[in-house]
T-cell receptor, first 115, second 111 residues
Framework: DTEVTQTPKHLVMGMTNKKSLKCEQH?????MYWYKQKAKKPPELMFV???????INESVPSRFSPECPNSSLLNLHLHALQPEDSALYLC??????????????FGPGTRLLVL | GNSVTQMEGPVTLSEEAFLTINCTYT??????LFWYVQYPGEGLQLLLK?????DKGSNKGFEATYRKETTSFHLEKGSVQVSDSAVYFC??????????FGKGTRLSVIA
């Protein structure tokens, strides 16, 4: 089973709202990732968690706040977003973050619209 | 730094045509190479991968061979179907660095 699940599938929020995106995997993977994908572009890495610790933050604005409560769950808390933050947010996981042969498995994404 | 270059799309083919999507890379050492596919309105799915030179990845009729001498990982399929219409991303992974994606190639297959 190589399934990564994400909820919600779609989200519409105002610029003053607070919302959270959720990601879950049960493959025993120890690395989890958040990506942002704009239309007709490849995914852009936002955060990497390895063994539940934040390993990489690609200079993401503080209005995006990641959280890894345990090895199976990854959240992305959203606050005071801007319309340009509207995008598809993808979660991924891999066995580890330590080797070039690790395969990342992606979830179906949350399509976010900020009004 | 590491980079991936894919052929520009969109690519439009008739059903049962032969498909080639070119992908070349720049990287030090021996990266792992991947093809991901993104169907409309969905996330990315791993299509195939290769982790060392001369390896051939294959899945669902798609193939790609890791060519170190030409730094290439071209995607091929002998006979495409309408259901293959999607965006295809070539990507590489090298050590503890983020996955590097190409810009993606949109494929449209018409009946």
């Amino acid at each position: 089973d190589t399934e990564v699940t994400q909820t919600p599938k779609h989200l519409v929020m105002g610029m003053t709202n607070k919302k959270s995106l959720k990601c879950e995997q049960h493959m025993g993977h120890r690395a989890m990732y958040w990506y942002k994908q704009k239309a007709k572009k490849p995914p852009e890495l936002m955060f990497v968690y390895s063994y539940e610790k934040l390993s990489i933050n690609e200079s993401v604005p503080s209005r995006f706040s990641p959280e890894c409560p345990n090895s199976s769950l990854l959240n992305l808390h959203l606050h005071a977003l801007q319309p340009e933050d509207s995008a598809l947010y993808l979660c991924a996981s891999s066995q580890d973050w330590s080797g070039s042969r690790e395969t990342q498995y992606f979830g179906p994404g949350t399509r976010l619209l900020v009004l | 730094g590491n980079s991936v270059t894919q052929m520009e799309g969109p690519v439009t083919l008739s059903e049962e045509a032969f498909l080639t999507i070119n992908c070349t890379y720049t990287a030090t050492g021996y990266p792992s190479l991947f093809w991901y596919v993104q169907y409309p309105g969905e996330g990315l799915q791993l299509l195939l991968k290769a982790t060392k030179a001369d390896d051939k990845g294959s899945n669902k009729g798609f193939e790609a061979t890791y060519r170190k001498e030409t730094t290439s990982f071209h995607l091929e399929k002998g006979s495409v179907q309408v259901s293959d219409s999607a965006v295809y991303f070539c990507a590489l992974s090298r050590g503890n660095t983020p996955l590097v994606f190409g810009k993606g190639t949109r494929l449209s297959v018409i009946a």
